[in-house]
């Protein structure tokens, strides 16, 4: 089992940054990859970013690159989303999940957060 815990959202204005952490803890989340995911709404879950636990790799989606960055702290468990330059359409409940890479990346893992909401205003 993995347990996963968003926060760090909020509201801002455009062109201003948010970090959002997703704290995670269970015996098996050490060989999963971690992904983040947004959904505004009305609109379905869209994948932002992932990262993988042993070297780091990491993938983006186009309208974050250069925005965003994801990265992680293995000792405490966490994976981060910075998030800089934020415009009103990045709006959105954000997720953490977590799974092997492929599962992840697809939206198709079963271990979900809760999720924090982001408020960009112009």
């Known amino acids: 089992q993995v347990q996963l815990v968003e926060s760090g959202g909020g509201s801002v204005q455009e062109g201003g940054s948010l970090r959002l952490s997703c704290a995670a803890s269970?015996?098996?989340?050490?060989?999963?990859?971690t992904a983040w995911f947004r959904q505004a709404p009305g609109k379905g879950r869209q994948f932002i970013a992932a990262?993988?636990?042993?070297?780091?790799?990491?993938e983006y989606a186009d309208s974050v690159k250069g925005r965003f960055t994801i990265s992680r702290d293995n000792a405490s468990k966490t994976v981060y989303l910075q998030m800089n330059s934020l415009k009103p359409e990045d709006t959105a409940v954000y997720y953490c999940?977590?799974?092997?890479?492929?599962?992840?990346?697809?939206?198709?893992?079963?271990?979900w957060g809760r999720g924090t909401q982001v408020t960009v205003s112009s």
């Open positions: 990262i993988t636990w042993s070297e780091g790799n990491t």
């Open positions: 999940s977590a799974e092997i890479w492929r599962i992840v990346v697809a939206g198709r893992s079963s271990y």
């Open positions: 269970g015996r098996t989340y050490s060989r999963y990859s």
